[in-house]
């Protein structure tokens, strides 16, 4: 999961179970002791440019189903393009293509390169 937001951080280290002494509680030990490092530069409780922009509206893509493939992880994960925010050529900035996965909700942005990968798959 990708947690960019400094509500998402804190409610990942509260569900971590800090019982028992195990690795997890270890865990949760020293991120409570880091979250105020951790959360400094985050929103609060939304994403930077959730709307600055983001179209629902005006692409193909939009409303297409993708598939994409982490090597890194072996996952494959499928989802939905929700939004687009068109290119900005004075900046030299190119689309990007908002990305709501099936079953855990992660999101992503991609390039317009990424997007025609991840339609085509």
Same mark, same amino acid.
């Given at each position: 999961?990708?947690?960019?937001?400094?509500?998402?951080?804190?409610?990942?280290? &509260? &569900?971590?179970?800090?019982?028992?002494?195990?690795?997890?509680? @270890?865990? @949760?030990?020293?991120? @409570?002791?880091?979250?105020?490092?951790?959360?400094?530069?985050?929103?609060?409780? &939304?994403?930077?440019?959730?709307?600055?922009?983001?179209?629902?509206?005006?692409?193909?893509?939009?409303?297409?189903?993708?598939?994409?493939?982490?090597?890194?992880?072996?996952?494959? &994960?499928?989802?939905?393009?929700?939004?687009?925010?068109?290119?900005?050529?004075?900046?030299?900035?190119?689309?990007?293509?908002?990305?709501?996965?099936?079953?855990?909700?992660?999101?992503?942005?991609?390039?317009?390169?990424?997007?025609?990968?991840?339609?085509?798959?």
């Amino acid at each position: 999961a990708y947690y960019d937001t400094a509500a998402l951080v804190r409610e990942l280290v &509260s &569900s971590l179970d800090e019982t028992g002494g195990g690795e997890e509680a @270890k865990l @949760k030990g020293v991120l @409570k002791e880091q979250l105020p490092f951790l959360t400094a530069e985050m929103a609060e409780d &939304s994403v930077v440019n959730t709307d600055d922009g983001w179209l629902v509206e005006g692409h193909d893509f939009v409303g297409c189903r993708v598939t994409r493939v982490f090597d890194e992880y072996g996952i494959v &994960s499928n989802g939905e393009i929700t939004r687009w925010l068109p290119a900005d050529e004075e900046q030299g900035d190119g689309a990007l293509f908002h990305v709501v996965h099936d079953g855990d909700g992660d999101e992503e942005d991609l390039e317009e390169e990424e997007a025609v990968a991840a339609i085509a798959l």
